[in-house]
């Protein structure tokens, strides 16, 4: 079933693909053009201009590092690297590739030889540092006044913190900015290429992406670009999945959320009643093997994929390295918006340690199927999130952790908007790998990018939930 989708997405796609570029041979002509740089590099340009020279058109820049296939055949090449559409390095078997490799550092000095210095880059700066800091974009959104539409997808496996970050400072930092924003139930850029009634088994009702493309990105290139028609959008559009709808708000996050704290109980609980324990059961324990890690998926591919960002999770909970909590059966629906924030008070047994929590919608028995999906008690992955901690204190300058010290992680899930319906639950995972997505932590304090085989040790990970060290799940209820 899953070919046969995809296959259906994809031939639409290239139909509408080829629809677009006759489109443009039709009415515009073309220039292709090398426009040097301020550090004399030349990137390749097209340039589409009006066969209709009767009145004047704005300008609309469109800058990608990726192909030009909305606009034509691939057919034409002029890159900076290897002379390839795609480079290939030849490696060898995938499994010996990596069991040979040793340290990520070695593969400038086998494979890349210096030809690659981005690479070497990276390897010398494993920190926060000023190389990543002088890159860092949010430093520069000041003085905008010009109108901005920030989209984003719910489950972008790529980079959901880029337009939520750029959305949020520019709110902060331009007290009289024309920024809206616009988050749908989609993969990365599936606002853009996809109808948007689904993701993997879960369904969304509407066709969400054609509904932006027409009554959200549309009217706003056509009001601010050609002065045509009216512009009525909210503040914030959101679509709020579980319960399948779009929201407006004045503000993102929603003023009216309160903010609650979703706490782990003793036998797998979870609540919002501050935690009464019983000495002796204040804390869960496990034991986390980076040589036997979580996988972040049941999937077998060749790439990362988009799915897993919904897929069903309980192949993680029947794991003994994977701490499992959970509500009763809800009585009325509970819908968080806004960010989520993990805090944690653990120990562990080694100087260094991955967190990885998971934010979870659990289906209920009677949850009927979606074709030949069972979806009954359907373990739906809302949101997660990975956090080192050794930067627990700064992403400058890690430090270890303290072997048998309780202590205090915290760290953001980003912003979700979601509806836990009457009857199901909500369960929180969590664990210390999930590979291959995040790269392994050995779990003692060491340079990742140079560590050996021998660096990668077991460590025992405990996670308290007493009156005294409540870890919980910080979120804003509506």
């Not at 796609?13 to 489109?23: D, I, P, S």
């Amino acid at each position: 079933m899953l070919h046969g989708e995809t296959t259906s997405a994809t031939k639409n796609y290239q139909k509408a693909t080829e629809t677009n570029a006759e489109w443009i041979q039709d009415f515009y002509k073309k220039q292709e053009v090398m426009i040097s740089m301020r550090d004399g590099i030349e990137l390749f340009t097209q340039i589409y201009s009006p066969k209709d020279q009767t009145q004047k058109y704005p300008i609309l820049l469109f800058r990608t590092p990726y192909s030009i296939r909305y606009y034509g055949e691939n057919n034409y090449r002029n890159t900076l690297g290897p002379n390839e559409l795609y480079a290939n390095d030849g490696t060898k078997d995938g499994y010996k590739f990596f069991q040979e490799l040793g340290p990520v550092s070695n593969v400038d000095k086998t494979y890349f030889h210096e030809s690659v210095p981005t690479w070497n880059e990276y390897m010398e700066h494993g920190n926060y540092d000023e190389y990543w800091q002088e890159q860092d974009v949010l430093q520069y959104l000041t003085n905008i006044t010009h109108p901005i539409l920030n989209v984003a997808g719910w489950f972008d496996a790529e980079d959901f913190y880029g337009p939520m970050s750029i959305y949020k400072t520019i709110e902060e930092k331009n007290k009289k900015n024309n920024s809206t924003l616009v988050v749908g139930p989609w993969l990365h850029g599936g606002w853009a290429r996809m109808e948007g009634d689904f993701l993997g088994n879960i369904q969304f009702k509407e066709k969400t992406s054609v509904y932006f493309r027409e009554k959200v990105e549309f009217p706003f290139f056509k009001y601010y670009l050609k002065d045509k028609g009216e512009l009525n959008l909210p503040e914030a559009l959101i679509f709020e999945t579980g319960s399948n709808q779009w929201k407006s708000y004045d503000s993102w996050p929603p003023k009216q959320a309160v903010e609650k704290n979703l706490y782990f109980q003793a036998s797998g609980q979870l609540s919002f009643d501050l935690p009464q324990i019983k000495p002796g059961s204040e804390f869960n324990t496990f034991t986390s093997d980076p040589n036997k890690p979580v996988p972040w998926s049941t999937e077998i591919r060749t790439n990362q994929g988009h799915l897993w960002m919904v897929e069903d999770q309980r192949f993680a909970s029947r794991r003994p390295d994977v701490l499992v909590y959970q509500t009763d059966e809800l009585f009325d629906d509970v819908t968080i918006s806004g960010p989520i924030i993990a805090n944690l008070f653990v120990r562990t047994t080694g100087t260094d340690a991955d967190w990885i929590v998971k934010l979870i919608d659990v289906y209920p028995g009677d949850a009927p199927d979606n074709g030949d999906v069972k979806m009954s008690d359907f373990q739906m992955l809302v949101g997660g999130e990975v956090f080192r901690s050794k930067y627990r204190n700064s992403f400058e300058n890690p430090k270890p952790l303290v072997p048998g010290k309780i202590t205090k992680i915290e760290f953001d899930l980003r912003d979700k908007c979601h509806c836990f319906k009457k009857g199901h639950r909500i369960m929180v995972q969590i664990q210390s790998t999930w590979f291959p997505v995040i790269d392994r932590n050995p779990q003692k304090f060491v340079n990742i990018y140079h560590a050996v085989e021998s660096d990668f040790q077991k460590a025992d990970h405990t996670v308290y939930h007493s009156k005294k060290y409540p870890s919980s799940l910080k979120v804003l209820v509506k």
